[in-house]
């Protein structure tokens, strides 16, 4: 089995900047808001069904006058998974259900409902084989075509420097995963979304596509730190009435259905043992069912 414990760290120590990094920026646009709200960061830890240690990660939480809730969690595990559960996931088995996942996993919920709530994650997962995973979407209670087209072109740029191709294909795979069929309706307004970025072992390669697919998910993760905060700011400030709060809680029981029904981060978290409060961050904290 290859040993891709430099890598996986590599990955963590990254999305542990980029979380940094993210809530440094969060936490200003509160201060510009007139609000002192800042993260509450919350360790927890992992044990694997032997006992023995399984990893864990730090969920931050912010509630504040812009955000009503955002969080931010950064894992890294590692463990066996069920039998179950083993023949699902890519290079896995149950004669060979070890794996590892590291992570940066992100939802914001916000207060104005002009303002677009919005999911990113990036993650690197080893099991026989090894890859990258990701995206990021817009999701907006209220659409304005400025953000829309902001956010995709963000984007569109940052898969254009890596793969003509990308964004072609990965704007059609957010659209095509982040739908509510029993509705029959998107989530949102996109973004993009990818998977099995898949890396050669490095022995054979020189580490060669593992440093390209990295590459590009960190500039993923560059791209929502660049261009989010542009759209909360241009939209934090505007009036709102009651029938667009309304519209924005009956909205964000779309989004629940999704995340608890759809989302597989979510099961892969609940599934692999992980912290039942950082998976389940993406709900809202208010929400409505007509």
Same mark, same amino acid.
């Given at each position: 089995?290859?040993?891709?414990?430099?890598?996986?760290?590599?990955?963590?120590?990254? $999305?542990?900047?980029?979380?940094?990094?993210?809530?440094?920026?969060?936490?200003?646009?509160?201060?510009?808001?007139?609000?002192?709200?800042?993260?509450?960061?919350?360790?927890?830890?992992?044990?694997?069904?032997?006992?023995?240690?399984?990893?864990?990660?730090?969920?931050?939480?912010?509630?504040?006058?812009?955000?009503?809730?955002?969080?931010?969690?950064?894992?890294?595990?590692?463990?066996?998974?069920?039998?179950? $559960?083993?023949?699902?996931?890519?290079?896995?088995?149950?004669?060979?259900?070890? $794996?590892?996942?590291?992570?940066?996993?992100?939802?914001?919920?916000?207060?104005?409902?002009?303002?677009?709530?919005?999911?990113?994650?990036?993650?690197?997962?080893?099991?026989?084989?090894?890859?990258?995973?990701?995206?990021?979407?817009?999701?907006?209670?209220?659409?304005?075509?400025?953000?829309?087209?902001?956010?995709?072109?963000?984007?569109?740029?940052?898969?254009?420097?890596?793969?003509?191709?990308?964004?072609?294909?990965?704007?059609?795979?957010?659209?095509?995963?982040?739908?509510?069929?029993?509705?029959?309706?998107?989530?949102?307004?996109?973004?993009? $979304?990818?998977?099995?970025?898949?890396?050669?072992?490095?022995?054979?390669?020189?580490?060669?596509?593992?440093?390209?697919?990295?590459?590009?998910?960190?500039?993923?993760?560059?791209?929502?730190?660049?261009?989010?905060?542009?759209?909360?700011?241009?939209?934090?400030?505007?009036?709102?009435?009651?029938?667009?709060?309304?519209?924005?809680?009956?909205?964000?029981?779309?989004?629940?259905?999704?995340?608890?029904?759809?989302?597989?981060?979510?099961?892969?978290?609940?599934?692999?043992?992980?912290?039942?409060?950082?998976?389940?961050?993406?709900?809202?904290?208010?929400?409505?069912?007509?």
């Amino acid at each position: 089995m290859t040993d891709w414990s430099v890598q996986t760290d590599q990955a963590r120590n990254w $999305f542990e900047d980029l979380r940094t990094r993210i809530c440094e920026a969060f936490e200003a646009i509160e201060r510009d808001a007139g609000s002192d709200a800042a993260f509450e960061y919350l360790p927890w830890s992992r044990q694997t069904d032997d006992g023995s240690e399984g990893g864990g990660g730090v969920r931050a939480v912010m509630k504040g006058k812009v955000f009503e809730k955002v969080g931010v969690n950064v894992s890294t595990v590692a463990g066996e998974f069920s039998p179950q $559960f083993a023949d699902t996931i890519n290079g896995a088995s149950v004669d060979k259900p070890h $794996f590892t996942a590291t992570g940066i996993s992100l939802v914001a919920h916000m207060a104005n409902p002009h303002v677009p709530a919005v999911h990113m994650n990036t993650r690197f997962l080893t099991t026989q084989a090894a890859w990258f995973g990701g995206g990021a979407d817009l999701n907006p209670p209220i659409p304005y075509d400025e953000d829309t087209q902001d956010f995709h072109a963000r984007f569109r740029a940052a898969c254009a420097a890596h793969n003509p191709t990308y964004y072609e294909r990965f704007s059609k795979w957010a659209e095509d995963y982040f739908f509510i069929p029993h509705r029959n309706v998107a989530r949102g307004v996109g973004g993009i $979304f990818y998977d099995h970025l898949e890396c050669e072992n490095p022995e054979i390669d020189g580490g060669g596509q593992f440093a390209r697919n990295f590459a590009f998910t960190r500039d993923v993760g560059d791209a929502f730190l660049d261009i989010f905060p542009k759209i909360v700011r241009r939209r934090m400030d505007s009036e709102w009435t009651e029938a667009d709060k309304q519209t924005q809680l009956e909205w964000r029981g779309r989004y629940a259905e999704f995340n608890l029904v759809y989302d597989r981060g979510t099961l892969f978290g609940l599934k692999t043992g992980g912290n039942v409060d950082a998976i389940l961050m993406s709900l809202q904290p208010e929400v409505k069912w007509s």
